[in-house]
């Protein structure tokens, strides 16, 4: 039996039917099988548990628990559900704690306020089985104003089922199925508007991204709206040999309100008398060279660390940037700029920065001096090797120094360091086009690598596979090509966690 607005619309289409007598959704008979409904969901609340500090998980919906279980980064798991599933969990896990809550006629869960503030909550493919939602939705728009974070997914339906689908859901434990901008306006009328707002997989089988994923929590996106006048991040950018990039990249830095100092490691191709050009127009841009009594043999790579964390000392309670001259760094949100998320992130009262890579790969030969790299470049592919996952290159400087050159540059070690939970995005031009690659790769760069950094540290290693005869052009069918709002919303745990880029 179906209807169409008797129920009320919950914002799905015109004419779309809802059903008004779905069946109990029993999860035991997923237990003994291979697939595993929105993992990447429940990885990325454990991966937010660990960021956030969290030592308790909420699992609304729990069914029979199995990833629930799984979690193993928290010190206390609390199932939720009613019925056979709960049952099965009380009689199989008597350890865990459950609680029996009628979603469909409840907005109170009985978890005392302080366990609720130390929590991670997630409600998976839950919000679709219920007639009238509304309960369920009052209870998480609360649990998301205390709680760390709130997770929830339901299916996409017009990936899952076309988007000429008028419902009712094939699924016959299936009210009412939302398309990913209608979930977004029934989570905001709700007072539960998302933080972030995404595709995640649906199963760990075929690994398709037809499953909506909201993370709301209490992150004010509108701080970054309301920058103060006076909040002017520093960057300090190695540059050697960029003469063809670097300008741009340091303008975009300019011109966000951040303050730039560049340690020019004597480029032989103008890239240090541009520095100074633009230094001539921008007050902002502080530009040397270094080592300051003039060209080393080798690229001493934990020298120009070490003089960035100097740099860094100059500047206690402002945030550093260590970054280089082919990269662009961005907040996690569309229409955010880089320092505008910094902002964000000082107002939550967090000190570091963690990036997700995309490099962008050059699938032709037109890329020229001078032109944007973000319209020269559509098509990137993550960044999968280990050190792409170790990123930790912004920071707020404290009293103390902060060591970067331990660890190469990728991570700023310091007491007390606390990272924001969500990765930024950083973009990376390393290669622009054959030309350039060839003579980067095998002239400036291998050639100059410090042996001692190469052979007793195992730095400057991920350009040894490369062959002088390769062409240094991808093809685009091989990459991902990037678009600002549908690339975030894609891939929005592999942007906001790293989780599902290696598999």
Same mark, same amino acid.
């Given at each position: 039996m179906t209807c169409g607005d008797t129920l009320g619309s919950f914002f799905t289409k015109p004419g779309y039917q809802h059903r008004t007598d779905p069946a109990y959704h029993d999860d035991r008979e997923y237990i003994s099988t291979d697939i595993v409904h929105q993992p990447d969901a429940y990885s990325i609340l454990e991966f937010l548990g660990l960021r956030f500090g969290a030592d308790t998980v909420i699992d609304i919906g729990c069914g029979a628990a199995r990833k629930l279980l799984a979690?193993?980064?928290?010190?206390?798991?609390?199932?939720?559900?009613?019925?056979?599933n709960l049952e099965?969990?009380?009689?199989n896990h008597p350890n865990e704690q459950w609680i029996e809550i009628d979603l469909e006629n409840q907005c109170v869960l009985p978890i005392a306020d302080d366990v609720i503030t130390r929590s991670v909550v997630i409600c998976a493919d839950v919000v679709e089985h219920l007639k009238d939602p509304t309960n369920l939705l009052t209870l998480l728009a609360d649990l998301s104003r205390r709680a760390k974070a709130v997770i929830i997914t339901t299916p996409e339906r017009d990936l899952v089922r076309g988007p000429g689908d008028l419902g009712p859901p094939k699924n016959t434990s299936h009210v009412r199925e939302w398309t990913i901008d209608e979930f977004g306006q029934l989570l905001t009328s709700h007072?539960?508007?998302?933080?972030f707002l995404g595709l995640t997989v649906n199963n760990n089988q075929n690994l398709e991204k037809k499953t909506i994923l909201a993370l709301c929590d209490q992150c004010s996106c509108s701080d970054g709206q309301r920058v103060p006048d006076d909040f002017?991040?520093?960057?300090?950018v190695a540059t050697y040999n960029d003469a063809d990039i670097a300008p741009q990249t340091i303008v975009k830095l300019l011109k966000d309100g951040i303050h730039v100092?560049?340690?020019?490691?004597? *480029?032989s191709d103008g890239?240090?008398?541009?520095?100074?050009?633009?230094?001539?127009?921008?007050?902002? $841009?502080?530009?040397? @060279?270094?080592?300051?009594?003039?060209? *080393?043999?080798?690229?001493?790579?934990h020298s120009?660390?070490?003089?960035?964390?100097?740099?860094?000392? $100059?500047?206690?309670? @402002?945030?550093?940037i260590h970054t280089d001259s082919d990269e662009i760094r961005c907040s996690p949100w569309a229409g955010i700029s880089f320092r505008s998320g910094l902002w964000i992130a000082e107002r939550m009262g967090y000190s570091a920065i963690d990036f997700t890579v995309c490099d962008f790969r050059p699938i032709d030969d037109r890329f020229v001096a001078g032109k944007d790299p973000e319209v020269g470049f559509q098509h990137f592919e993550f960044g999968r090797r280990p050190g792409h996952f170790s990123q930790v290159k912004v920071w707020r400087q404290g009293a103390e120094r902060v060591d970067l050159a331990s660890t190469g540059g990728h991570q700023a070690e310091f007491p007390g360091k606390m990272v924001f939970p969500y990765k930024f995005l950083l973009k990376h031009y390393p290669l622009r086009n054959s030309e350039q690659a060839r003579r980067k790769v095998f002239t400036e760069r291998i050639g100059r690598f410090?042996?001692?950094?190469?052979?007793?540290?195992?730095?400057?290693i991920h350009y040894d596979s490369w062959k002088f005869d390769t062409q240094f052009l991808w093809s685009a069918a091989d990459l991902l090509e990037f678009d600002e709002q549908a690339t975030r919303r894609l891939f929005l745990t592999e942007m906001l966690s790293g989780i599902g880029i290696v598999r």
């Open positions: 979690l193993t980064g928290f010190g206390t798991r609390i199932g939720v559900d009613h019925g056979p099965f969990c009380r009689q007072g539960l508007a998302p933080t002017h991040p520093l960057a300090i100092h560049v340690l020019d490691n004597w *480029s890239t240090f008398e541009q520095m100074i050009a633009l230094a001539y127009c921008y007050p902002a $841009l502080i530009v040397e @060279r270094f080592p300051a009594s003039g060209p *080393s043999r080798y690229y001493e790579w120009i660390l070490r003089k960035k964390e100097d740099i860094g000392t $100059l500047h206690p309670g @402002r945030w550093i410090s042996p001692y950094e190469r052979q007793a540290l195992g730095w400057h």
